[in-house]
T-cell receptor, first 111, second 116 residues
């Protein structure tokens, strides 16, 4: 059974700093990994998708990496802004496009 | 291009009642998945529909059932509601062909269900 862990559960950093969020998964037989952002009480916004054959993806200030063999992914956020405050979820795709999610990292950017 | 929409936004039901939640997929998408997200947790996969047939199911009892219509909109039905069913219910759509190939999934805003 696939299990996804995200550490830390919560993170507070001053505005302008670069930061890294971590995601680990137990079964390396995945098709892709997606990072999402969730604002309080809202749905999920897809940030980045990394195919299993890829090592990383970039979008603006965001960069996500994937190491399937070690079961790890990181989301790097450059030059953090208060608007980046949200919960960040990673999810891996196994069979039937089923997403298995971690419990998320709640990020607070301090102005 | 219209994104994924869900209705209603919020719903309050009494234990033992039945509820129907609705989802309209993003234009061009033929696969829809439903997830349950309890407070402070990550979403949990309920089931997936592809071309009107259930295509995979998570660890949820049979009182959770669904439908997908020819226009690819979808319903989630929950019978005999329990207090633990209180959660945010999320719908996601994708343009996959129903196989295990990876396609990006797009989520709706969710329906907040409260069972009292």
């Amino acid at each position: 059974k696939q299990e996804v862990t995200q550490i830390p559960a919560a993170l507070s950093v001053p505005e302008g700093e670069n930061l890294v969020l971590n995601c680990s998964f137990t079964d390396s037989a995945i098709y892709n990994l997606q990072w999402f952002r969730q604002d309080p009480g809202k749905g999920l916004t897809s940030l980045l998708l990394i195919q299993s054959s890829q090592r990383e993806q970039t979008s603006g200030r965001l960069n996500a990496s994937l190491d399937k063999s070690s079961g790890r992914s990181t989301l790097y956020i450059a030059a953090s802004q208060p608007g980046d405050s949200a919960t960040y979820l990673c999810a891996v795709v196994g069979s039937w496009e089923k997403l298995t999610f971690g419990t998320g990292t709640r990020l607070t950017i301090i102005p | 291009e219209t994104g994924v929409t869900q209705s209603p936004t919020h719903l309050i039901k009494t234990r033992g009642q039945q509820v129907t939640l609705r989802c309209s997929s993003q234009s061009g998408h033929n696969t829809v998945s439903w997830y349950q997200q309890a407070l402070g947790q990550g979403p949990q996969f309920i089931f997936q529909y592809y071309r009107e047939e259930e295509n995979g199911r998570g660890n949820f009892p049979p009182r959770f059932s669904g439908l997908q219509f020819p226009n690819y909109s979808s319903e989630l039905n929950v019978n005999a509601l329990e207090l633990d069913d209180s959660a945010l219910y999320l719908c996601a759509s994708s343009s996959a062909d129903g196989l295990a190939d990876s396609y990006e999934q797009y989520f709706g805003p969710g329906t907040r269900l409260t069972v009292t």
